[in-house]
Nanobody
């Protein structure tokens, strides 16, 4: 059974950068389109970045030009490089398939952007 473990979150000042990692157990990971989602308190979970099994990427308008999603098939890992962070990026970040597989939600990693 595939499991996803997110890491790399933390507290960063506005304008700073973080790199999130999502490690998947299970070799079939490379067959799936993967995405990074985020959920802020009181708000619905939203998809912010997608990478297909072929490496094509799509971004939400709110993060376009600032975030970069990538994947390493050999390491079964998906990354999210976040630059020029804003306070409104504060959320718990999760990875999952696109479209989601409800059984794959992990604990996420908290990103807090504050001075």
């Amino acid at each position: 059974q595939v499991q996803l473990v997110e890491s790399g979150g933390g507290l960063v000042q506005p304008g700073g950068s973080l790199r999130l990692s999502c490690e998947a157990s299970g070799s079939i990971f490379r067959l799936f389109n993967m995405g990074w989602y985020r959920q802020a308190p009181g708000r619905q979970r939203e998809l912010v970045a997608t990478i297909t099994s072929f490496g094509s990427t799509v971004y939400a308008d709110s993060v376009k030009g600032r975030f970069t999603i990538s994947r390493d098939g050999a390491k079964n890992t998906v990354y999210l490089q976040m630059n020029s962070l804003k306070p409104e990026d504060t959320s718990v970040y999760y990875c999952n398939r696109v479209p989601v597989a409800t059984t794959l939600w992990g604990q996420g990693t908290q990103v807090t952007v504050s001075s």
